[in-house]
Each structure stands twice: as C-alpha cells, then as structure tokens.
C-alpha cells in the first residue's frame, strides 16, 4: 500500500485488539447462561442461579449482549480506516470488496452452521427438543447457508444463531460500498446514515439492521477524528467531540418524538451509541508499546470471530455428553466456567491457525485478489 492515494496505512492498534478480545469474553460469559437451559428457557431470574463469580461478572451475565454492538463500531472505525479511498476513488471493485470480506467470514460460517445441524440432531434424539434454538427447518438452514439469517424474511432462530450479527453486518457492507462510491466519504455523510437510523427507530421501525448501521457509522466518524488527528494536529480530537455533540443532540430530538408517538426508547442503546466510538478513538491513541504486547494483542484479536461462532456448538457438545451420562451440567461450578473459556478459546487458536487464515489465503488466491490482502 505504498500509492498514497490508496488513503490510510492501517498500523497496528493494539489497544482495538484488545477491546475485540475484551468484548468476545463478554460474549462467552453472556451465552454461559445456555448450560442452565431446561427446555428454551431460563426457569428462573440469572442473580437466583447461583453463576460462577456472579458478583463480578453480573454486568457481563446480565449485558454482555450489547458487545456485539462494540464489534459493529469496531468494525465501522477499521473498515473506513482500510476502504474509505479505495473505495470513493474506485480503486477497489465490488467484486474484491466482497472476496475479501466473504473470505474472512464464509469458511467458518459454513462449517460451524453444519457441525450445529448435525449435533442439534443428537441433541433432539436425546431431550425431544433442540437445544435452545427451535427453527432447525429447510427455510431457516437455507437463510444461514446465505448468510441472511436476520435480513427480516422469516422469524425464529435456528442452527448457529449468533452469526445473526454477522448477517446484518454483510447487509451494511453493501450500504458501506454503495455509500462511499455514490454518495461520498465526507464526516457528514456518516451523521447522515447515523440520523436516519435513529429517525426510522423512533417513528417505529425497528431492525437489528438498522442497529448495525448506527453502530457501523458511529465507528466510522471515531476513523474519520483518528485520521483527521494524525494528518492535522490542530484539530486534534475537537473535530471528533464536535461530531459526538451533534449526534448527543440528536437523543433528545428522538426521546421527543418517541413521546410523541409512545414508543418506548432504551437510553443504554444511546450511552452505547456515544461512548463506543469515543472509546475506541481513545484506545487509538499512539503508545508505546513493547513489540511483545502488540504481538499478543494481534493474537488475541485473531481468535474473537473463531471463539463467537464456535462457543455456541461447544456448548451444544457440552450439554449432549452429559445428557449421554444421564448427569446435570455442573454449571455452578467455577472451574466450569474455566474450562468452557479455556476449550473455547484454545480450539479458536487452533481453528484461526489452521482453517480460517490457510484458507481464507487460498479463496483469495483463487480469486486474484491475494495483492489486496494487506490492505
């Protein structure tokens, strides 16, 4: 990437990498729930299930879920750091945009969505239900197999239900690309996709879509104060927090017209939407950093999407080998809660080392666009 027109050179961030690793713990610790199941519900409240470390980790037990909108800002701030110019100036098509990005995310997508099909079987044979996700059927296979599994066509979850975020995700690279090619890559155009989202929730639309679209962008403007920071020292983080004021206007515009139209508006959903890309602007701060953290950093970035695609069929195992003993799942334990971490984030290890990234290589190989890798 030495052709500067081709925009910023992504560094390393080690401080990104960690809040990505960060941020798929809280997910493991979010979904440990799953291991007290009877049937497709929780029996009872989570702080009466006696959890490991529960008085530690209750914000991970009770709000772990809103770490996928961390990822989705995360996502916003790499992805217009790498692809904003490529993208605007059209030096990168569509077509190995979405190599790229299908490369990353098929390959694990598809094996994991077929390991769930097969051991959601044992585990009907077993209990006479599916474990926790009920919509096991051709339609719902086929929405997973396209990665269209939360585009709004059918409802109900099935199979490897936490690639929904991913799903939505793929839906907002499309918006991403055709944003930058026709529209522009200015600040304002971010604010833009932003206000839109937020008006659409508030007049009553609501989309997990939509909700990875505002995330996505919220990312997109921590990028655009990161590079604005690096190229124009003036201007620092002012232009950052100018943008973060106009968009904190925009909340009591929004509880108005919620009032108004008596729709029910979460106010975490707004702390999530304002602190995650100041937080991650921060973390983006240059530091020194000893070339044996950033080397542990990238490493530990590497196995968060192993790690959130698999937890939930290691779960399903898990559950399927004490049913066989005719034993409860010894959830209350800690050491439990130890080893569905540790068998987690050691098979991620090994499935990002010697599946994900050899071939993620090959299809982009096969596809011409291995020069494009690096970007």
Not at 11 to 18: D, R, T
Not at 82 to 95: H, P, T, V
Not at 165 to 183: D, G, K, N, Q, W
Request: some cysteine; overall charge positive; glycine content about 4%.
């Amino acid at each position: 990437m030495n052709n500067p027109s081709l925009g910023y050179k992504l560094k390393e961030i080690p401080a990104i990498e960690f809040l990505r690793f960060f941020s798929a713990l809280m997910i493991l610790v979010f979904h440990y729930v799953h291991f007290t199941y009877k049937g497709t519900s929780l029996s009872q409240n989570l702080s009466n299930l006696n959890l490991p470390f529960y008085n530690f980790l209750w914000i991970f037990y009770e709000y772990g879920k809103y770490a996928v909108q961390i990822f989705w800002s995360i996502s916003g701030f790499i992805f217009f750091l790498k692809y904003k110019n490529l993208i605007a100036e059209k030096l990168i098509s569509a077509k190995d945009f979405f190599i790229l990005r299908l490369s990353r995310l098929y390959p694990l997508h598809f094996l994991t969505l077929l390991i769930v099909l097969f051991l959601q079987i044992i585990y009907l044979k077993q209990t006479g239900l599916y474990f926790i996700n009920q919509h096991n059927d051709l339609p719902h296979f086929l929405l997973q197999l396209f990665l269209a599994s939360d585009w709004e066509i059918l409802r109900g979850t099935g199979f490897n239900a936490p690639i929904w975020s991913v799903s939505v995700e793929v839906i907002t690279y499309a918006i991403f690309f055709v944003s930058l090619r026709f529209i522009g890559k200015s600040a304002y155009m971010k604010v833009m996709m932003i206000f839109v989202c937020l008006l659409l929730n508030a007049i009553g639309f609501k989309s997990s879509i939509l909700g990875c679209i505002k995330y996505f962008y919220a990312g997109g403007l921590a990028a655009f104060a990161y590079e604005s920071r690096n190229k124009i020292k003036r201007m620092d983080s002012l232009m950052f927090l100018l943008f973060m004021f106009l968009l904190f206007m925009l909340l009591p515009l929004t509880i108005f017209m919620s009032y108004i139209l008596q729709i029910k508006i979460k106010s975490y959903v707004f702390l999530i939407l304002l602190c995650t890309p100041i937080i991650i602007y921060f973390l983006a701060t240059k530091l020194k950093i000893s070339p044996s953290i950033i080397k542990l950093s990238k490493k530990l970035g590497n196995l968060t999407y192993a790690s959130y695609l698999i937890h939930f069929p290691i779960q399903l195992s898990f559950m399927i080998y004490f049913n066989s003993k005719n034993e409860a799942v010894p959830y209350q334990n800690p050491y439990f809660l130890f080893v569905y971490i540790g068998v987690t984030l050691i098979l991620a290890w090994f499935i990002f080392n010697f599946y994900e990234k050899p071939l993620q290589d090959y299809i982009r190989k096969i596809w011409h666009t291995k020069k494009l890798s690096a970007i």
